[in-house]
């Protein structure tokens, strides 16, 4: 039987039924609740504020004696559901959810350094992320540095006796190149540091860092957990020491809050998580070994994990369980890259991915259009790169319309 909880936001324990459960069954039976009319389809909890039934119940509640809804800010059944459902699929000992990824991300960061603290980025990671790392953190006397993510060496020559987090994005966007977990795990611990995880591209049915010994996962979850393009979410899932200290608290009193409908959204997201995943993996690589045999891309110029081509195809083999739904083409340069997308007939031209329908970007004039050239150069984001995010279309036809549009490119 599954957990149904009475109206409280007490954080699911570490260990529940739902440890032996596969990815599909968590995200279908975890972080359910029901109130006296019996929905069996999750309420919306649309309110504000929450009534006590006496002054020595809301001190209770305010002193954190009594586990209980106080204000939506900080506590909603919405936001507790979704966020017990996220901790059971990422293996984490709770889970936060914010408004945003950018919110989850920039919370993280700001809950967990402080002015004289040091923290070690991979260089290629999405673009807010690093310009928040460039433009943020060094106003509130946060050292910043950013590392290659494929070189471990990097990473360990940039640690200091005052680094407190490694920061890591795997698979990276929009490059695809990956990050070694464990290596980068141990590293931080042995120096005292912890490891965050962005885990947006593989999502937890894929990838699980925790086990791998991150400390934190952070998530967009405006991608692949509510999969349909519709809302804007995040979360932090980890050691409940952090998430439920000094992150919650950073969200208790900031206020980056995710809305309880889109928690509702994303909620009933998850649920088709496992099944999407699979179909999007596999599309995915048959379209990147399909496109790798094209005459007009021969040579690598196919970016996937899954491809034997791919640098580090044996670490993805090693720690994703399937390859995602993200592949990149090197077309040569911009004006070859922008006839691609204007042939395009059925994939949308939009900065998202992790949608239901295909999704095509220029990173280098869109998402990442605000770093410099040398720093795109750097982190591989060449003008000719373009960032396909497969679909759940019948396969054949996203072959064909990638085809088609490969020619009228050539010209
Ligand atoms: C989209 C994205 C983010 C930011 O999430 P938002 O929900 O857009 O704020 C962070 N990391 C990765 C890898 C992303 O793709």
């Known amino acids: ?26 995200a279908l ?23 006590f039934e006496s002054p020595e119940q809301a001190r209770a509640r305010f002193a954190d004696e009594e586990p209980g809804n106080i204000y939506s800010r900080f506590t909603n059944p919405n936001l507790s559901a979704f966020e017990e459902r996220m901790a059971a699929l990422e293996g984490g000992e709770d889970a936060v959810s914010f408004a945003s990824g950018m919110a989850a991300i920039s919370s993280t960061f700001l809950a967990l350094l402080s002015a004289g603290d040091h923290i070690v980025l991979s260089r290629s990671v999405f673009g807010s992320i690093a310009n928040v790392a460039r433009d943020v953190l060094p106003r509130m006397g946060i050292e910043v540095d950013l590392v290659s993510l494929s070189d471990l060496e990097a990473w360990r020559a940039a640690i200091k006796p005052n680094t407190k987090m490694l920061f890591m994005e795997t698979p990276a966007n929009p490059t695809l190149e990956m990050g070694d ?113 094209h005459a007009l891309l021969s040579g690598g110029k196919v970016r996937y994990p899954g491809l034997p081509s791919h640098a580090q195809h044996e670490l993805a083999k090693r720690q994703m369980q399937g390859f995602g739904g993200l592949l990149c083409l090197e077309l040569g340069d911009r004006e070859r890259a922008y006839r691609f997308l204007n042939a395009l007939t059925i994939a949308q031209i939009t900065a998202n991915l992790g949608d239901s329908r295909t999704l095509a970007t220029h990173p280098a004039t869109t998402t990442h259009a605000k770093w410099k050239e040398e720093a795109r150069q750097a982190a591989g984001i060449t003008q000719g790169l373009v960032r396909l995010s497969i679909g759940l279309e019948d396969v054949a036809d996203l072959q064909a319309d990638f085809e088609q549009a490969l020619e009228a490119m050539a010209g």
Not at 2 to 21: E, R, V, Y
Not at 30 to 51: H, K, V
Not at 264 to 282: C, D, P
């Open 181 to 293: 977990i464990a290596a980068l795990a141990q590293l931080a611990h042995d120096n005292g540091a912890i490891l965050a995880v962005d885990n947006v591209f593989a999502t937890p049915v894929m990838q699980q860092p925790l086990a791998l010994g991150a400390d934190l996962t952070v998530h967009s979850a405006t991608k692949y957990l509510d999969g349909q393009g519709r809302v804007l979410g995040g979360a932090v899932v980890g050691r409940k020491d952090l998430v439920r200290g000094p992150i919650y608290s950073y969200l208790r009193n900031c206020g980056p809050t995710l809305s309880p409908f889109n928690a509702w959204v994303l909620h009933k997201g998850l649920e088709t998580l496992a099944l999407r995943m699979e179909r999007h993996n596999h599309s995915a690589l048959q379209i990147a070994q399909a496109l790798d045999c």
């Open 29 to 51: 039976h975890t972080g359910q609740r029901r109130s006296a009319e019996g929905e069996n389809s999750i309420a919306l909890y649309l309110t504000s504020s929450f009534a």
């Open 1 to 26: 039987m599954f957990q149904i909880h009475a109206n409280t936001s007490i954080a699911m324990s570490p260990k529940s039924p739902s440890d032996s459960w596969g990815p599909a069954t968590r």
